[in-house]
């Protein structure tokens, strides 16, 4: 690890100003996923900012009958929250699905967010990396690529956002709201969050350098049923190789809305809005979900070693949807 | 309690010549070598700079001073002799460091121990009250949950914080439905909450009836 001097931040705003006065500081909160990365050199921060110990951890109602996640809130106790597994089942699941217990009392809710992809070639320094090491190159292309994206890649990276959370907040509609280094607070809904690489797979997020997240903001909780369904290569403690959320409302036999965000396909949450389209209004039945699932992974690319997702994404989603609608 | 210094010099560092690859295949602990010494791959001549912490452990204030870069599970083997919580991975990945913060189970290896300052640490060391062994430590032994043991302080030391997780009401994975929470801990629900821990001797079916025993003892 290289060296770096520590400091422990007092409040947001400080927070958010002293990491932007030093292009080389990083907010540090769990550390789960920085201090891995700073081991292996990948992130070589000069300067650290704790953040684990500001106000931030605490679920509040908002005036609208949402939630208010502080960035702070750790992944065990957002799921373990009452209020969010009895609103919000699909992301208590989420984050149960992640990671292990140890973890998860570590982890927090920004932090989460902004963990970086488990891409084998960005956490290999020997290997050409475009997203570590722009203009580099992309070793997953014609490497082994069985993890990585079908979805919104492009040919300088095909990596895949890993968050399980992410994606059930990308179901509920959740803004994320963070307090520039100017402290000026902003807000944007959790799909602006994470940018798709083009031909720049370094930058990875909408925020700038210092931008502070300070909140995840859960809408009202959507009407119908939520579920979220993670496959994997072992039951537990592994990371999705696809996943879905969906929160379906039926009315009588038909489909009234249906929202679905994937995992483990693409370089951040993924919300088919074609297949959502399909199936407002269409009988509950498995044309329904078969043709959603067609439509949802249409522009799906396979770069041979995960061209089976392609068919795993569509049959997880197809089921995903049948058990939510069972219980709908 | 004395402090217990297992650092290597810096001097003993910049000697070594290929440093790194030597300490590497000599089978020392990752983490000993970036406890307290600059590493190579840093700046030559950077200053080791070393703040001040003070540390509840197992009920006992220790104050050290430490590299920033010090992570908690080197801080208490390199510098504490507290060499119970064990490296496997220094990833999070194995859990084999596991120790409780405040009651709550974290991988150690993955924390600076700056972060950490005025926390209630407890490690395997100091689960016992005196020769009392804590019970899930004795229902460990009772049923021979674990071969080599590299696994087991860490495999102790979680299912300890899994209980009182289980106990607060929190669900798992395994839960048929999260807003009930937990019912009975079967043996799915255990494996579940213990993912977080591997054993390469792959003691689990003792390890999980141990943990099964402790539970209703606790
Ligand atoms: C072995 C292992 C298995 C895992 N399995 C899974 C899994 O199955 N599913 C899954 O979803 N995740 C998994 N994870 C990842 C885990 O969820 C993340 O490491 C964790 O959520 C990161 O949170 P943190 O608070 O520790 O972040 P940190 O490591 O502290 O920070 C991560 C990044 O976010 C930045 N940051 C943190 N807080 C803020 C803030 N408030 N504002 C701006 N920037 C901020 C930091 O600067 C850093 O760049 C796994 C991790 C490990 C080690
Ligand atoms: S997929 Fe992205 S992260 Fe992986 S090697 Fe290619 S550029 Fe790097
Ligand atoms: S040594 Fe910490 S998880 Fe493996
Ligand atoms: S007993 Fe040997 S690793 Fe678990």
Redesign the interface.
Known sequence: MQPFTYQRANNVKEAAAAVAANREARFISGGTNLLDLMKLEIERPTHLLDISRLPLDSIEETPEGGLRVGAQVRNSDLAADPRVRSRYPVLSQALLAGASGQIRNKASTAGNLLQRTRCFYFYDRNMPCNKREPGTGCAALEGFNRIHAVLGASEACIAVHPSDMAVAMAALNAEVETTLPDGTIRTMPIGDLHRLPGATPHVETALGHGEMITAVILPPAPPGRQLYRKVRDRASYAFALVSVATVIEKSGDRIRSARIAIGGVAPKPWRPLEAEYVLAGAAAADSAFTEAAESALAGAVGRGGNDFKIPLAKRTLRQTLAAAVEGA | MAETDYRITRRAVLEGGAATCLFLASGLP?GAQ?AGV??T???AN?PI?R?PMTFRINATEHALEL???T?LLDALRNHLGLTGSKKGC???QC?AC?VLVNG????SC???A??HEGDEITTVEGLADGDRLHPVQAAFVAQDGFQCGYCTPGQIC?AV??LE?VR??????A?AD??S?PGALTEAEI???????ICRCAAYPNIVAAIRDAAEEV
């Open positions: 990752v970036n600059v590493m791959a840093g700046p950077a700079s703040i590299d920033p870069r992570t220094d990833h999070g859990g596991t709550r189970r974290i991988n993955l924390s600076l700056a972060q979680s914080g899994m997780e607060a009401g929190w669900p798992s994975h839960s999260v807003a929470g494996r579940e909450r213990m993912s977080g821990n």
